[in-house]
């Protein structure tokens, strides 16, 4: 394994986010596409600030 593929392993790279209005629910979406795109080295955050949630989408290499 050379030293270039081996400093890009295990990075994160934000690719989207998107504010919405606060769903209590949300977090359950988040799980469901974080278990089953996983192997498309995908992964999905949630979080929540004042009245809005932001969720955020990014690629895992």
């Known amino acids: 394994m050379d030293n270039q593929s081996s400093d890009r392993q295990g990075r994160i790279e934000l690719i989207a986010t998107q504010r919405i209005g606060v769903n209590s629910e949300l ?4 799980d469901f596409l974080n278990k089953n795109l996983k192997d498309h080295r995908l992964m999905f955050g ?14 895992v290499e």
């Open 27 to 30: 977090y359950k979406v988040v």
């Open 46 to 59: 949630l979080t929540k600030k004042e009245d809005k949630m932001v969720i955020s989408v990014y690629e």
